[in-house]
């Protein structure tokens, strides 16, 4: 509510030493509660002094109480810069239509910017003024916020890179130093005005004259080519973007792409003399990569074969016989172990040589391995000895079964030659997890039955068990 130094006396009951600066007493009540319906600071002087203030000019200046307001020249509210720069402050704003910006200091030191507007009140007697403040603190600092952006834009813009135009309704309004310096040129006014199809080579004129708004929603860069002052030329990427919402003004930003270029094309003769280099060294070294490929298959292959009969070496078959043996642990599976001596074999070697032997051991290792199944594994591991192992079998009688056949595979004539080797097998047996639990113990029974197979008259097999 308006309120004066005694919240509780209307004027004409305040003491005469304030009544003496108010002049003939009136009636105020209704003016009153008008004014402290606004939402400006509202103060009544009279001569200068503050009479009465409204609730907003309480909390804004002073601090909530109004006691540091009423009987205080108006002026000492005001920043010196303002009040001392104009003389009859009260007569002059008095005549002024448009609201007065100036600066306001609050008792406790705060500053605002306000719009002043002063009316005289001469009808009501004495030297009566009213005061309306409107705070507008806000409203310069996004003015002044807007004013440092825009400074800062404008530096930005003319201290880019790239060329930055800007133009409405086809018409060029802007361009920045670097976009001139791109162009060669000295003075914007040359282009101001121009449609901003003068910028570009006469292959580009009709995109960027016919479809330019249709680049904006592209939302890509377009390689394009600028004409410069002299008519020479320079690579460029353009961009098209609206800042308007009709979308009748537009910006092109176009990168200078010119040494870009120069270094794609010299990267690509580069890349092709690289690639019929790369061709050239490819046909010479395929021949001997695949060379490679194939010692190294052998050298594999002779790690773990025989290199006479290409069966298994020892090396490979413990590896089976071990891999056996988890399996046979893990899920109580078990396989047999045939321990095999050819019978006769010193003689036809010593007798028809060597290479008549090397023959007969390759036709033995062949009977051998034609009659397995892709799980069970034939190696050779001395000179006349082999080594069957059968994976998962069922029971005894089925090896009895599968020895007697390799014993007549193995007795059958081989040529050797011109002559006829008479050839047997004795093959010793041992079964896990029957007669062994590891590899070396149920090598050792399969060794030992077939020794038993050989004092007995040798051609056929035992079990280690029997």
């Given at each position: 509510m308006m309120t004066n130094s005694s919240s509780n006396k209307t004027i004409e009951e305040a003491p005469l030493q304030e009544r003496r600066v108010r002049g003939p007493r009136f009636d105020v009540d209704n003016l009153l509660k008008i004014l402290e319906m606004s939402s400006d600071i509202i103060c009544i002087c009279d001569s200068g002094i503050i009479t009465n203030v409204n609730s907003v000019a309480v909390d804004l200046l002073g601090d909530g109480d109004s006691d540091g307001l009423v009987g205080k020249p108006f002026l000492e509210f005001l920043a010196p810069e303002y009040s001392t720069a104009i003389d009859n402050f009260f007569d002059v704003l008095a005549e002024e239509t448009e609201p007065f910006p100036a600066k306001m200091t609050a008792m406790n030191g705060n500053e605002m910017g306000v719009k002043i507007n002063l009316?005289?009140?001469?009808e009501l007697g004495g030297d009566y003024t009213i005061i309306l403040a409107r705070d507008v603190t806000h409203q310069v600092r996004i003015s002044e916020a807007i004013r440092r952006s825009e400074a800062r834009y404008r530096k930005l813009v003319n201290n880019a890179l790239d060329l930055i135009c800007t133009c409405e309704n086809g018409k060029i309004n802007f361009i920045n130093e670097a976009g001139l310096t791109m162009l060669g040129a000295k003075d914007a006014e040359n282009f101001i005005g121009e449609d901003v199809s003068v910028l570009f080579h006469p292959d580009y004129e009709e995109i960027f004259t016919e479809n330019l708004d249709s680049l904006v929603e592209?939302?890509?860069?377009?390689?394009?080519?600028?004409?410069?002052?002299?008519?020479?030329y320079v690579d460029v990427e353009v961009g098209v973007t609206t800042y308007d919402v009709s979308g009748s003004k537009l910006m092109l930003e176009a990168r200078d792409i010119t040494d870009h270029n120069k270094a794609v094309a010299a990267l690509y003769q580069a890349n092709k003399t690289l690639e019929q280099r790369v061709e050239e060294r490819t046909r010479e070294l395929t021949e001997e990569i695949v060379l490679r490929q194939e010692v190294e298959k052998k050298l594999r292959h002779s790690a773990s074969h025989d290199g006479l009969?290409?069966?298994?070496?020892?090396?490979?078959?413990?590896?089976?016989?071990?891999?056996?043996?988890?399996?046979?642990?893990?899920?109580?599976?078990?396989f047999a172990l045939l321990f095999i001596d050819l019978d006769g074999f010193k003689a036809v070697n010593d007798n028809l040589g060597h290479e008549a032997g090397d023959q007969l051991l390759i036709e033995a290792?062949?009977?051998?391995?034609?009659?397995?199944?892709?799980?069970?594994?034939?190696?050779?591991?001395?000179?006349?000895?082999?080594?069957?192992?059968l994976s998962d079998i069922t029971d005894k009688v089925s090896v009895g079964k599968f020895a007697q056949k390799m014993v007549k595979f193995l007795s059958a004539?081989?040529?050797?030659?011109?002559?006829k080797g008479e050839i047997s097998g004795s093959i010793g047996i041992a079964l896990y997890p029957d007669d062994g639990s590891d590899c070396d113990a149920l090598l050792k029974k399969a060794d030992e039955a077939m020794?038993?197979?050989?004092?007995?008259?040798?051609?056929?097999?035992?079990f280690i068990s029997d």
């Open positions: 009316f005289k009140a001469r592209e939302e890509m860069l377009f390689p394009s080519r600028l004409v410069r002052v002299g008519k020479s009969t290409g069966l298994p070496n020892r090396g490979l078959l413990l590896d089976r016989i071990k891999a056996a043996l988890a399996l046979g642990h893990r899920e109580e599976k078990k290792a062949s009977r051998i391995s034609d009659h397995l199944r892709e799980t069970d594994t034939a190696a050779r591991i001395g000179g006349d000895e082999f080594v069957i192992l004539s081989y040529p050797v030659g011109t002559a020794y038993k197979v050989k004092k007995g008259g040798r051609n056929g097999f035992r």
